[in-house]
């Protein structure tokens, strides 16, 4: 199993999730760091998974069975991919975020996939977040546990119903709202929309205890709200900290 290495700009991502989630807790019980290992993780452990955007042809065997980023016979180290690494609290509803002002999803791809494990790897199924037409920054990631060990990762969609009308957003495939990358701060046309990818993350199953997780639940009434609204909200006081931390 290859690692990725991680980029200057997702890092950054990372040191911001360690200042706005906390990746040292006290009632931290599990000791594996690396998403590509396996553990089992009890509620209010922290739960460490990577995200790779590539190409969507990068991430299939031959172009046949979608692997885990983790599977070196992707050969994704060699390739046009960067990787993003979070470590959330399991069962806590979280706001994972990656400015978007000096890394651009469409120059590498446009796709992503979220993963965890080794010998029990799990890998969502493809996500598409931005091209040179279109850009997708809210995504809900939900992270299914059995008796404590990741089973699954799966997005949830919404249908466009949060895709206002009359808005600068358009649905793409009757599943996604996304907005015209021009629209875009930091693109080459000058847009003035800040397109930072917000993914909201739940988690649903059971924990190694049997106790069960019930932040999807949570999340499921919270649906009514907009979580663009909600990341638009809470963005400038995230990001306004990368300039105290670099």
């Known amino acids: 199993m290859a690692v990725l290495s991680i980029p200057t700009p997702i890092m950054a991502a990372i040191l911001m999730m360690t200042v706005v989630l906390g990746l040292a807790r006290a009632d931290d019980t599990n000791r594996v760091y690396s ?3 396996d553990s089992k993780v009890e509620i209010s452990d922290g739960f460490t998974f990577g ?3 590539a190409s969507r042809d990068s991430f299939f065997n031959g172009n046949k069975s979608q692997l885990s980023p983790c599977d070196s ?9 960067q990787i993003a690494v979070f470590r959330p609290k399991v069962d806590e509803i979280s706001l994972l975020t990656i400015n978007t002002s000096s890394f651009f999803p469409e120059n590498y791809g446009g796709y992503m996939v979220a993963f965890a494990g080794r010998k029990y790897a799990a890998r969502s199924p493809l996500a598409f977040v931005a091209n040179n037409t279109y850009t997708v920054s809210s995504f809900t990631l939900v992270l299914e546990f059995k008796k404590g060990r990741l ?3 799966f997005w949830k969609r919404d249908g466009c119903a949060k895709c206002q009308s009359g808005s600068s957003f358009v649905c793409l495939n009757k599943q996604d709202c996304a907005i015209k990358t021009s629209s875009c701060k930091n693109h080459a046309s000058g847009g003035s929309v800040d397109c930072s990818l917000g993914i909201q993350l739940a988690f649903s199953g059971t924990d190694k205890h049997l106790s069960a997780l019930n932040s999807w639940y949570e999340v499921e009434n919270l649906r009514q709200y907009s979580l663009y609204g909600l990341y638009s909200n809470l963005k400038d006081s995230l990001t306004s900290q990368y300039d105290k931390i670099f």
């Open 35 to 37: 998403p590509c290992s």
């Open 73 to 81: 016979r992707l050969g994704l180290r060699n390739s046009n991919a």
């Open 51 to 53: 995200i790779t955007f």
């Open 151 to 153: 089973q699954n990762l």
